[in-house]
């Protein structure tokens, strides 16, 4: 009997382990974050030029209850709030999603529920853009 539930433990903490490694794998990568932003006027300015070698960054600001992931693809921008529509915690973005670690939920990087419990996509905010600044409404 003790055989038994030692080895459950085991295989536990093996199976904890190597999910985790592979969140820590999948977030590396080359995501900026961001905190020295202008804010005025309801809306962020961040400089097109910090997306030359990157798709994603992440804004933090004191005026911001959650975190802002910004996605470029291609030329289209995605700003979303970086909280779980389930139970108002903050999610963590591995590179590819973002994830909650509350309750497992999943988000695309366009902010639509990829996996439960979450049944709401994140919230979304406006973008615009000029030739040298990209504009992220709030």
């Known amino acids: 009997m003790k055989s038994r539930r030692k080895f459950l433990q085991q295989s536990c903490i093996a199976c904890l382990s190597f999910s985790t ?3 820590l ?3 590396c990568g080359t995501t900026k974050r961001v905190s020295n ?8 300015t961040l400089p097109l ?12 600001h004191r005026s911001l209850p959650y975190e802002i ?5 291609e030329k ?4 979303l709030q970086m909280r779980c529509t389930h139970n108002d915690v903050a999610l963590n973005f591995t590179g ?8 497992g939920s999943e ?10 419990p979450a049944a709401i996509n994140l919230t979304q905010y406006a973008t615009s853009s000029d030739t040298h600044n990209l504009y992220i409404h709030l």
Do not use: M
């Open 21 to 23: 490694l592979g969140i």
């Open 25 to 27: 794998i999948e977030s």
């Open 37 to 44: 932003l202008v804010y005025e006027a309801n809306k962020f």
């Open 49 to 60: 030029s910090d997306f030359i070698d990157r798709q994603t960054i992440v804004i933090r």
């Open 69 to 73: 992931l910004v996605v470029k693809q």
């Open 76 to 79: 289209k921008f995605t700003a």
């Open 96 to 103: 590819q999603k973002l994830v909650c670690n509350a309750h």
């Open 107 to 116: 988000f695309d990087l366009e902010g639509k529920v990829r996996k439960e």
